[in-house]
């Protein structure tokens, strides 16, 4: 089992900056495909960006290209998800996912309890 705690999240105006990070416990992170999704009020939750259990490749989103940065660090066991040029759009809760499938872009099986940034106009 693998257990993620979210951090990071809050209240920012456009065109601010927030990182996120993500801290999994219980096992090593070394060899997962990791994720960050986002679900928005009324909305689905989607994919925003995804990176490869070695780091060497990372997938983003359309909306958030050029803007948010993943990183993941093995020997701290933790993902960042650095978002610069905040929109209001950016709005939700932001998850960390464990697992994911960076070919499809589906969701692995484990997930944190969110944390949610807001960004205002």
């Known amino acids: 089992q693998v257990q993620l705690v979210e951090s990071g999240g809050g209240l920012v105006q456009a065109g601010g900056s927030l990182r996120l990070s993500c801290v999994a416990s219980?096992?090593?992170?070394?060899?997962?495909?990791m994720a960050w999704f986002r679900q928005a009020p009324g909305k689905e939750r989607e994919i925003v960006a995804g990176v490869r259990w070695s780091g060497s490749a990372t997938y983003y989103a359309d909306s958030v290209k050029g803007r948010f940065s993943i990183s993941k660090n093995n020997t701290e066991n933790t993902v960042y998800l650095q978002m610069n040029s905040l929109k209001p759009e950016d709005t939700g809760v932001y998850y960390c996912?464990?697992?994911?499938?960076?070919?499809?872009?589906?969701?692995?099986?484990?997930w944190g309890q969110g944390t949610q940034v807001t960004v205002s106009s």
């Open positions: 996912n464990a697992g994911f499938r960076f070919v499809s872009t589906r969701p692995g099986n484990y």
């Open positions: 219980g096992r090593t992170i070394r060899t997962y495909d």
